[in-house]
């Protein structure tokens, strides 16, 4: 019994999460994402269009290819079982238990009016009109 405990345990730490921070940023190895963790992540708030925008203007770490992260990709990084304000995992050191803006829109009955977001509360993703102010953290693909 052991030692199937211990194969069990081996063989899911090969798919485990793994997150490391690295300055303004954090590496994401599992999913060849690099997230942006700074000052910016807590103080600048700003509607959907200029999320957008402000990722894709984003020079970080020598890399100017950033993005506002989409509803999938955000996925990685919640951690719905993590105890504390915010349920983004822990090795972030700039978070707000707030709402951070999302790249996706939501076209059902609105015509593009309203864009998803994430409240690091409870790590859900919602949508709301796309001109309210919310956080922002960008992303970028490293494959």
Known sequence: MKIITIL???FLSLFALKLTKNGSYVIDDTNKLMWQDD???????M?????????????????NDWHLPT????????????????????VFRYRM????????????????????????????????????KMFVRCVRDMK
């Open 39 to 45: 000052k910016d992540n807590i103080y600048l708030r």
């Open 71 to 90: 509803v999938n990709e955000n996925e990685h990084i919640v951690d719905k079982n993590r105890r504390g304000k915010t349920k983004i995992n822990k």
């Open 97 to 132: 238990p707030d709402d951070y803006w999302l790249q996706d829109r939501t076209w059902v009955r609105n015509f593009g009016l309203y864009g998803y977001y994430i409240n690091l509360t409870d790590g859900n993703s919602y949508y709301q009109n796309r001109t309210y």
């Open 47 to 63: 509607v959907q269009d200029k999320a957008i925008k402000y990722c894709e203007k984003l020079q970080l770490a020598n890399f």
């Open 8 to 10: 069990l345990i081996s």
